[in-house]
């Protein structure tokens, strides 16, 4: 019996590329300058001039001294952060939707980015009365919106508000629900 092919998840987490490209960045250019004065020191047969206060300070330095042994384990804590990060997955990007029930389970997968769900919750609350216009931030567990209105007393909208978008995020299957807060302005503040 063959199975399904099925393919790669959709709820897949940050590549975390931004960090991983201004980490390799430091390192290269570490590498570079130690190669440009070891390259020096091989060619010429002396360290380069700068290195000189540097040198002398170190000079009297054993391998057992305090500062050398602190420096060793600054840089092995450095370099465990960064084989925890280079191993560890980033947060996740998609927040998955339930299934339909007319799909066999297993099947299909569903998620909308959170930017795309913002997008959504904005729409949604830029189509009610009274509302000017709307900000939604959303995470993995939260959705914070800002609602700018004309009205002069807001009353119960921020209430309102909220139980409309937990009516919308149940109409799309989002699971697990985000924890939803409304602050409302008004355009006089």
Same mark, same amino acid.
């Given at each position: ?30 590498? /570079? %300058?130690? &190669?440009? @004065? ?10 380069? =001039?700068? $290195?000189?206060?540097? +040198? ?12 050398? /042994? %602190?420096? &060793?384990? @600054? ?10 990060? =280079?191993? $560890?997955?980033?947060? +996740? ?97």
């Amino acid at each position: 019996m063959s199975h399904p092919s099925t393919s790669q998840s959709l709820h897949r987490r940050s590549s975390r590329s931004l960090p991983a490209t201004l980490t390799a960045l430091v390192l290269l250019a570490v590498s /570079v %300058a130690g &190669a440009w @004065i070891g390259i020096t020191r091989i060619t010429t047969g002396s360290w380069p =001039g700068f $290195l000189g206060a540097a +040198r002398e300070g170190l000079a009297p330095l054993a391998w057992n001294s305090p500062q050398v /042994v %602190a420096a &060793a384990i @600054i840089l092995s804590a450095l370099g465990l952060i960064l084989l925890l990060a =280079g191993i $560890l997955p980033g947060q +996740r990007g998609t927040i998955r939707l339930v299934e339909p029930e007319n799909r066999r389970a297993g099947t299909s997968e569903a998620v909308v980015t959170h930017r795309g769900l913002s997008r959504i919750a904005a729409a949604h609350i830029d189509r009610t009365d009274g509302v000017d216009r709307s900000s939604v931030s959303t995470t993995a567990t939260r959705m914070d919106v800002e609602v700018r209105t004309p009205l002069h007393d807001a009353g119960d909208l921020a209430d309102r508000l909220k139980a409309s978008l937990g009516t919308k995020m149940q109409e799309l299957g989002v699971t697990p629900q985000p924890v939803i807060t409304v602050r409302v302005r008004t355009t006089n503040d």
